[in-house]
């Protein structure tokens, strides 16, 4: 199923510009001892990124010369979807050539591994794993050649039938080199009874269970799929040019100044031929399910706030929630802070609510490199010191409300709480802009195990006094749901309510696949 010289052509694998950050969080037991958090060190207390994990982010343009540029563009503009590796196929029409590595876009992507990658169809991916492990095989778009060609494919989503699938297809002899899901689906493509039917992406399709918004690129076009339920974003816009783009998210169309068309729908297949200015739609599955099913959680946290999401700018949902929060649980206070960036939108609506001055109390900086690039433990702590500012004189002495987007483990929620008070803080009056996270994501979202969550089994009050703030509340479900465009029932709020809108094997973990492949080798 790999591609060979001749056939096609596969640009080499970048290497990891560096090693995995390795941290050791204080850990909850179940009587909450509290650890001495004055003794925990500062890369913990700081690390704004340490508890939810982005997903992937998806792109693809078809027709201009500059595919590949336009892509990479694009990808840059969705990295806060993923972190951890990224990569571009293009196709030139007769051969895809592909590119990965594991790092940030603008590592992976140097200049003259740009200038090898030629094509006007391109597709791009940048990856948080949420299905396999942080291997250099799991980066995508995997790229294959089966007996119709060859086909490459970034996927952003969950697959929940996965593990059984490709437990199916290894019962049949396939061999698969990655442990993600998505590999599944191209041995599933190459499947010679689907071969045979009239449409075989969209009879595979089929056969899927999960979140999946997919590119597709074949020598000829790309197809862009969305899942039933639309969990993940999907969209299409087209170029100042004419030609059409396909984004996980909106702010990757401007970033190319492209405009929105439209979303790609649940259970549709959009094709975007080889010219770029033609787009045709057919439907993979006949029977849809009643509603719809959107991930609530990426109008909380991981879309880009610039961007339009199921209908609704991000942004404005946000401020939404943050009104909401001031009206179901106002506080007496002097000043509204945000937790950065995403507790930013909600924050000032609870200002504007409230009629509080908002302020700006803890803020990161962005131009602080990976805290393990840094040579030293002494360097490493001065760098992440940086990374997260309390500023002094905005919160000594006051009476703070901090808004925050959500809480998960707690942990590190804790230690920003306890840098305000080291920083003078006199009250600070904790606000989410969710409710409790108490149930496992199975839809593309990496939340911590059932037992490491803050709020699975533990009252509002069990939390407060584990994070030491001196009152806390959460937006209410109904609340929130409120705030967005669709009605309720269009959403999935699993993570919260407990309600899958589909059936999940609770034992499902993202590492599923990688630990059966390690137990091969122990
Ligand atoms: S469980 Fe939560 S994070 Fe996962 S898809 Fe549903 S709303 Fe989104």
């Not at 170029?239 to 970033?255: H, K, N, W």
């Not at 195990?449 to 803050?454: K, Q, S």
Request: glycine share 8%.
């Amino acid at each position: 199923m790999r591609p060979t010289d001749g056939h096609a052509r596969r640009v080499s694998e970048s290497q990891p510009f560096s090693s995995p950050k390795c941290i050791t969080l204080p850990q909850l037991n179940s009587t909450m001892a509290a650890p001495n958090w004055h003794d925990v060190p500062l890369d913990v207390i700081a690390d704004l990124a340490g508890e939810k994990k982005e997903k992937c982010g998806v792109f693809g343009i078809a027709g201009p010369a500059d595919s590949v540029e336009r892509c990479y563009y694009g990808l840059y503009a969705l990295q806060h979807r993923g972190q951890e590796s990224a990569g571009i196929a293009a196709s030139d029409g007769n051969v895809i050539t592909a590119h990965t590595g594991l790092g940030l876009v603008a590592d992976v992507f140097k200049k003259d591994v740009l200038r090898e990658l030629s094509g006007t169809l391109a597709i791009g991916h940048v990856r948080y794993s949420t299905a396999g492990g942080n291997r250099k095989c799991n980066a995508q778009p995997i790229l294959e050649e089966y007996v119709a060609g060859q086909v490459a494919v970034a996927h952003n989503g969950n697959l929940v039938n996965a593990a059984r699938l490709r437990n199916e297809y290894q019962q049949h002899g396939h061999i698969f080199y990655s442990t993600s899901d998505t590999e599944i689906v191209i041995h599933m493509l190459a499947k010679p009874t689907h071969q045979q039917k009239p449409d075989p992406l969209a009879h595979v399709l089929r056969h899927l269970q999960g979140a999946f918004s997919f590119l597709f690129l074949f020598a000829d076009r790309i197809e862009a799929c969305r899942d039933p339920w639309g969990f993940r974003p999907l969209v299409i816009g087209q170029t100042r040019d004419g030609y059409y783009c396909v984004a996980s998210e909106t702010c990757a169309l401007a970033s190319i100044q492209a405009t929105f068309v439209r979303e790609v729908e649940p259970g549709e297949i959009v094709t975007l031929a080889r010219g770029g200015t033609r787009i045709s739609s057919r439907f993979f599955t006949e029977a849809m399910p009643a509603q719809p099913s959107h991930c609530a959680f990426e109008h909380v946290y991981f879309a880009s706030p610039s961007s339009s999401l199921f209908g609704d700018t991000v942004v404005d949902v946000r401020q939404k929630m943050g009104r909401r929060l001031a009206i179901e649980s106002p506080a007496e206070a002097d000043i509204v802070i945000p937790i950065p960036d995403s507790g930013r939108s909600a924050a000032l609506g609870f200002a504007k609510q409230s009629g509080i001055p908002f302020e700006e109390g803890i803020v990161p900086n962005r131009y602080v490199g990976r805290s393990f690039i840094q040579p030293s433990q002494h360097m490493r702590d001065l760098a992440v010191q940086m990374k997260l500012i309390v500023i002094p004189e905005v919160v000594r002495g006051k009476r703070v409300i901090v808004v925050e987007d959500s809480i998960v483990r707690g942990t590190t929620t804790r230690g920003k709480m306890l840098a305000l008070r080291r920083a003078g803080a006199k009250e600070i009056h904790m606000r989410v802009s969710c409710p409790p996270i108490r149930h496992p994501c199975f839809f593309g979202i990496d939340f911590p195990t059932p037992t490491e969550l803050i709020a699975n089994g533990r009252t509002v009050d069990q939390i407060r006094e584990f994070i030491e703030v001196d009152s806390l509340a959460y937006l209410s479900l109904e609340g929130m749901l409120e705030c967005f465009g669709k009605p309720a029932d269009n959403y999935c709020t699993a993570c919260w309510s407990g309600k899958y809108p589909i059936p999940v094997d609770e034992q499902l973990s993202k590492f599923g696949m990688e630990r059966h492949q390690m137990k091969m080798f122990e």
